[in-house]
């Protein structure tokens, strides 16, 4: 089992930052890739950003030149850094991980106000 427990998140107006964490624990060695997908309200939950073991990483287009994704293997956390944030970025952000099978965080709203 992988145990993933974000923060972070919160009220920021349009143009704010946002460093969102992700701690990873449990059975930690072979995780393949980490990273954050989000949910707004009525729609799907999609990729926001991710990083492999490799430290290869890939972003959705919407995030892209904004969002900067980072891991500090030491620590097992895993960064999202969201600059010039803009209201489409309301969410729900959750932490993935992969290792055979994914595993995900509780969750941390992100609000962006116009």
């Known amino acids: 089992q992988v145990q993933l427990v974000e923060s972070g998140g919160g009220l920021v107006q349009a143009g704010g930052s946002l460093r969102l964490s992700c701690a990873a624990s449990g059975s930690i060695f072979g995780i393949s890739a980490m990273g954050w997908y989000r949910q707004a309200p009525g729609k799907q939950r999609e990729l926001v950003a991710s990083i492999t073991s490799g430290g290869s990483t890939r972003y959705a287009d919407s995030v892209k030149g904004r969002f900067t994704i980072s891991r500090d293997n030491a620590k097992n956390t895993v960064y999202l850094q969201m600059n010039s944030l803009k209201p489409e970025d309301t969410a729900v952000y959750y932490c993935?991980?992969?290792?055979?099978?994914?595993?995900w965080g509780q969750g941390t709203q992100v609000t962006v106000s116009s």
């Open positions: 993935n991980a992969h290792r055979g099978f994914n595993y």
